[in-house]
């Protein structure tokens, strides 16, 4: 079994409906990361979770919300999906001392009509 | 701000070869440099990591170099073979607190039986 499960792995929504990704891991990692990708861009942090009680915006956390409801589990939510948010976003974990070593999910493609 | 360039160009390579792909990066300087392997659809797999004091890296069939004066790290597969054929993102991170990583875009590396 995978450590760090992404669900759903394909999501088509249209415009303006609420979205929630789910990410769930096993390594016992404290920190959790949420990421997009988008063709011919880097990866970029959209919110990253030290703990249950420490949430942070990243680089592009406008129209985007998240929950940590325990260690294992970080979700990330559209509330009113538009598309331009049409991507492939990946799940994250790491130790509290990583160094920039990250555990990536498999992956949620989300296409917003 | 910080910038990491990767050579958007497919590198194409015969079998048995090696294969040198390149990061540059510009604006800061990093504690740690990643190299991260994902496969089409899939999440990024970290492969090494290799510390600002030290100047090459190995595992197995892999070589990381991360030269702090140009700002440049090279990443090498010695005899590489088909099944390395994947897109290859070098990543970034200081030390100390939050070590943000702040990711490339990647080369496409193909390699030709």
């Known amino acids: 079994d995978a450590d760090v499960t992404q669900t759903p792995r394909n999501r088509i929504t249209k415009t303006g409906k609420r979205i929630m990704l789910e990410c769930s891991q096993t390594?016992?990692?404290?920190?959790m990361y949420w990421y997009r990708q988008d063709p011919g861009l880097g990866l970029q942090l959209i919110y990253y979770?030290?703990?249950?009680?420490?949430?942070n915006k990243g680089e592009i956390s406008d129209g985007y919300s998240v929950s940590r409801q325990a260690q294992a589990k970080f979700s990330l939510s559209l509330e009113s999906a538009i598309p331009n948010q049409t991507a492939l976003y990946f799940c994250?974990?790491?130790?509290?001392?990583?160094?920039?070593?990250?555990?990536f999910g498999e992956g949620s493609r989300l296409t917003v009509l | 701000s910080q910038k990491i360039e990767q050579n958007s160009e497919a590198l194409n390579i015969q079998e048995g070869k090696t294969a040198t792909l390149t990061c540059n990066y510009t604006?800061?300087?990093?504690?740690?440099l990643q190299w991260y392997r994902q496969d089409p659809g899939r999440g990024p797999v970290f492969l090494l990591l290799?510390?600002?004091?030290?100047k090459e890296k190995r595992k197995e069939r892999l070589k990381v170099t991360f030269d702090t004066t140009l700002k440049q790290s090279l990443f090498h597969i010695t005899a590489s073979q088909p099944a390395d054929s994947a897109t290859y993102l070098c990543?970034?991170?200081?030390?100390?607190?939050?070590?943000?990583?702040?990711f490339g875009t990647g080369t496409k590396l193909q390699v030709i039986p």
């Open positions: 979770s030290f703990d249950v009680k420490d949430i």
């Open positions: 290799i510390r600002e004091n030290e």
């Open positions: 994250a974990t790491s130790d509290s001392d990583s160094k920039g070593k990250l555990f």
């Open positions: 390594k016992g990692h404290d920190r």
């Open positions: 604006n800061y300087s990093p504690a740690y």
């Open positions: 990543a970034t991170s200081p030390s100390g607190g939050y070590q943000k990583v702040t």
